[in-house]
């Protein structure tokens, strides 16, 4: 009888979804304790068949994919919430490689911490292309939401949330609260927010949300995702998520006061950068800003 449930959410990325799959099969915990459903949000490539190709070469694990014909990454996890056979489920993201012993790592973790409902761990940022020198640690963040608070287990530490991409939970928590589908990406738009709403609504309900170090993550970011453009489409969504779930909490004009003061920290900020770095987290800050104050 399986543990755990491995879900993955895709959307037209198959040889990402393979990739990932890969560091999945590599897995140290016993087949038998786990199952790996993919949640396929009505792909038009070749996911299907991909999917089908990488079950029949590791016929020792199992794998099942699921349509969610509902557009949007939230509708996809909250599919995986719906078809998972088991009290634990473990999420990540299409486009990301674990460690050997990811899994292992998380079923451990629950079942040594009885009263834990919420996990998330590790998460390193890996560029194929190799790492631009303009990169800084504030603009990798909305990029590859790089996260490590040390070597062992604690709550997360104020201010900070899991990532989406590594992320455990207790199913019937989880379909407690859902996945907001007005947030989340959407086909091509980069629209998001869904993880860290759905986090500090828990927080907000008296959950811990726990660091697990043991369970890593390394987010790939291939050169599409470094250029200006498309930092630029990044930055202008993440305001609109932020507008979105302002909006829902009635906190508009707290996040827009947020916003101000956010452009006063950069500006002290950007006077101990390389120009080719503030300059990037300048117009990151205007894109972001531009999001959160236009209406939609």
Known sequence: MYRLTLVIPTYNRSQELVHALHSVAAQTLDP???????IDNASTDD????VARFAEEHPTLHIRRVVEPHAGVSHARNRGLLEATTDLIVSIDDDERINPEFLGAYLDFFDSHPEANIAGGRIIAEYP????LWMSRWLERPIANPMDHGQEVRPFPKGSLPGGGNMGFRREVALRYGFDTQLGRVGGKLIGGEENDFFLRLKE???VLWYLPQA???HIIP???LTTAYIDRLSYHIGIS???RALRRGELTMA???ELMKWVATMLLVVTMHPRQWLRVVRMRREISRGLFTRE
């Open 205 to 207: 309900a008296g959950e």
């Open 256 to 258: 827009c006061t947020k």
């Open 223 to 225: 050169p599409a995702k």
């Open 216 to 218: 890593i993550m390394w």
């Open 47 to 50: 996911t299907a068949e991909a």
């Open 32 to 38: 038998a304790l786990w199952e790996c459903l993919i």
């Open 242 to 244: 932020q507008r979105r």
């Open 129 to 132: 292309s190799g790492r631009p």
